[in-house]
């Protein structure tokens, strides 16, 4: 397939031509969310990044095979195999079972991205589904010689790692530092080296999730269930690997770790990685207290917000950054992209009623069209894609009032390239009005409106017009009847 998609590769650490292995199929794997809490508003980011390549990479005509996967075992609260399971503990503190934690959190998770619009994944496989193809790669990794047993837990190898493969090769630190960086081993450890992680886990009398396995009852590490589950799916070798930043010092550099033990190839071809989110310039994080829910944002009831946005409009928020930069969430920002995404969905409410004009257009719609394509190529630059939509917008406007010529086919390419880039590509789509029951609703209040200009009831028809412009809707009496749009 014929395509001039770059994007930027973790990896190498720099932008790349996308070749994928086998096209026109692609693999795609991105780490889900651990469901044992409301998801909050760094992973959605990820995801609606996620789902804008996606949709992109689907646009372009690839057959894609997207797996996101649920975390719903085997995640301790700390990176490097310490603190309690999420789970047991979420349990405990709200009287639930262990799988109706994950239950609750599950449904809540596809709720708040079903708002975000985005697009399911093709399979959204869970770890508790897949023990036994974790506890075979275990055994793998073990009969390669990277993996040994102590006690019930099974702990890969890094030092013995390390030997043959880099085990920085996703961060490019230095391996001197990541020591340092880790706690000492005390007497206790059962751990050889202090790098060394857990891929399954021998569970204590009190843990509710356990399974058997050939070194006992347990439950596996976080990291092998990515590597389980994407090599089942996509193969030992797949086309892109995404997840938030903060998973790649840890998480991603123990599956590549696991991948090449296992299979001896890296897992993916590019490695995706998105940026975080700051509140008013600081790092969003709950233990600093600035962090805030999405249902908190789209009512708008938390002591940060001066009031609700609709998921849309966060949405819209959201593909403003691009994905590799940080994303500043204030009052005002927010506000300014509500109103940009209100005049955007304008602009869509608008073309179906645009009329052709026998004067050729007076520009070019392929080079718009053109320059909206090289945006997306470049690494999914949908900051800059809409700014070019807003180009449309214009003429979009411009030809609503009468001041720009547009010829059918201009009209037509527009129309195309509106639908194409605005809901197939960014997944935007109108959350307030555009539904059929609002048409409906408009076009009866015109009907009255028209019918009491007839009867020269000028009180009620100024006070049918004034109502709606009080509300943010505008009308437009012409030869073709009355036209309405949203200011
Ligand atoms: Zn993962």
Redesign the pocket.
Known sequence: MDNQLVLYNTLTRKKEKFEPLHPPFVGMYV?GPTVYSDVHLGNCRTFVSFDLIFRYLLHLGYKVRYVR?ITDAGHLEGDHDEGDDKFAKKAKLEKLEPMEIVQKYTLGFHEVLRLFNTLPPSIEPTATGHISEQIEMVKKIIEQGYAYEVNGTVYFDVEKYVKEYDYTTLTNRKLDDMLNNTRELNGQDEKRGRLDFALWIKAKPEHIMRWPSPWGVGFPGWHIE?SAMSSKYLGEQFDIHG?GMD?AAT?HTN?IAQSQACNHTQPAKYWMHTNMLTVNGARMSKSAGNGFLPHELFSGNHSLLSRGYSPMAVRFFMLQAHYRSTLDFSNEALDAADKGFKRLMNAMALLPKLKATAKKAEFKVDELQQRCYAAMDDDFNSPVLIAELFEAVRIVNSVYDGKLAIDEPSLAGLKTLMQHFVHDVLGLIDDNTGSDDFEQLMEMIIALRNGAKQNKDYATSDRIREGLSAIGIQLKDSKEGTLWNKI
Request: charged share 15%.
């Open positions: 780490c996967n990515c997840g998973l998480h599956e």
